[in-house]
């Protein structure tokens, strides 16, 4: 059960030291309790109405929350939680200092770390949890571990087609920042993925990953098709 924590001692918040503003959050970083923590706030949305800005705010700063909860006890390696305001759009969370994986594909002892970001993802969908994000802009390599970062997107889900989105994503993202190195990433990562989820579960993700990268393909020929007839 994720308990919202009291909001006293928590509004000096919007005044630390600003780290990344995205379209749904800003992440800021300073002191709780003593340690260095994440301050991950969603903003308020002027163009909607402030009372189901407010609910819609809180209701996914208490999903991410739970979804984060879920992941680290399925044994994914996923920041500490320190406290959880929904109403205010805030969770605290332990700050993890290192590299992303985007920084180290092709450096030294990269492969074994495709190889546990295959890991990690298996564990988080054994949870029963699916990322929505799964990038190596999101796994950040600290103390010898991989962490799994910025679950704002996920969600509950135990079916293959949101599983096989995650991959997706993933295999997009490394193509795109790492070109040369992708095609052995993937083969690493798929490796991991296999030893925690198993043949039969990796077999059927991959398969429907294949199928969506084909969907993908087809659309965009069909836009280039219509395009050049003056249709598109």
Do not use: C
């Amino acid at each position: 059960m994720v308990r919202e924590a009291p909001l006293i001692g928590l509004e000096w918040a919007s005044s630390l030291p600003l780290v990344k503003r995205g379209a749904e959050s800003e992440i800021r970083v300073g002191e709780f309790l003593g340690i260095r923590a994440v301050f991950k706030v969603r903003v308020p949305k002027a163009y909607m109405h402030p009372e189901l800005d407010r609910r819609l705010r809180a209701q996914r700063t208490l999903k991410e929350a739970k979804v984060m909860i879920a992941a680290s006890r399925a044994g994914a390696s996923v920041p500490r939680i320190l406290a959880v305001h929904p109403s205010a759009g805030l969770i605290v969370m332990e700050f993890v200092e290192g590299p992303t994986l985007k920084d180290l594909v092709g450096a030294d002892g990269w492969e074994e770390l495709a190889v546990e970001a295959g890991r990690q993802l298996a564990l988080i969908h054994g949870a029963g949890v699916v990322h929505g994000d799964y990038t190596t802009s999101n796994m950040i390599v600290s103390g010898g571990r991989l962490y799994v970062i910025d679950f704002g997107l996920s969600d509950f889900s135990s079916g293959v087609e949101d599983r096989a989105v995650d991959v997706h994503l993933l295999r997009r993202a490394v193509l795109s920042t790492h070109p040369g190195h992708a095609a052995r990433f993937m083969e690493l990562f798929m490796e991991g993925y296999r030893e925690v989820a198993g043949e039969a579960e990796a077999e059927r993700v991959a398969r429907r990953a294949d199928e969506i990268e084909l969907r993908g393909r087809y659309v965009a020929a069909r836009s280039s098709v219509w395009g050049r007839v003056g249709l598109g």
